[in-house]
């Protein structure tokens, strides 16, 4: 049964932002993707997930309209990548990475402490970071985890 849920979920729907709420219907995070979604539980919370574990448990969730993590998840249309104020967030982590700060909430800022745009790009977030495009989750892991065993990861 969960299968089917599962496979209702097509691969456009997975690429779209996300957002969770608490029980009160309040907002507490917002992703640019499934995956980015994912990389976040996996950093921090302390369940112990896997990253393929919790793209599959909030797929379940988004889709069969469920509760995950203590959270109701929801897709959002993904007109742009929405930046909020240049302060600190309930819970978020800032570590260095190449000159870059990364958020454990999935924000970037540059050396003097600037939010960076955004772009969102085959329903991922992206930041320039060393002049480079990368991956807003991918940096998540890197910074927060270690380097991911290879490419295809995150």
């Known amino acids: 049964k969960s299968e089917n849920r599962l496979n209702s979920c097509n691969d ?6 996300m957002e969770a709420v608490d029980c009160q219907g309040r907002l507490v995070a917002k992703f640019g993707s499934r995956g980015a979604a994912a990389c976040w539980l996996v ?5 112990g997930l896997s990253f393929s574990s919790a793209c599959s448990a909030l797929t379940l ?3 069969g309209e469920k509760e995950a993590f203590g959270l ?5 249309e993904p007109r742009h990548v929405e930046q909020q ?10 570590r260095e990475y190449q000159g870059t700060w990364v958020s454990s909430l999935g924000r ?5 402490g600037k939010l960076l745009l955004q772009s969102l790009r085959c329903g991922y977030c ?8 990368m991956s807003v989750a ?8 270690s380097e991911p065993p290879s490419t295809k990861h995150c």
Not at 12 to 17: A, D
Not at 43 to 47: M, R
Not at 72 to 76: A, G, I, P
Request: with cysteine; glycine share 6%.
């Open 85 to 94: 104020e240049n302060k600190d967030l309930p819970g978020e982590e800032w």
């Open 61 to 63: 969730a988004v889709c």
């Open 126 to 133: 992206r930041a320039s970071v060393s002049g480079a495009g």
């Open 43 to 47: 950093v921090c919370c302390e369940w």
């Open 12 to 17: 456009e729907q997975r690429k779209k932002p």
């Open 108 to 112: 970037v800022r540059d050396h003097r």
């Open 72 to 76: 109701r998840w929801r897709w959002v």
């Open 138 to 145: 991918r940096l998540v892991v890197v910074t927060f985890k």
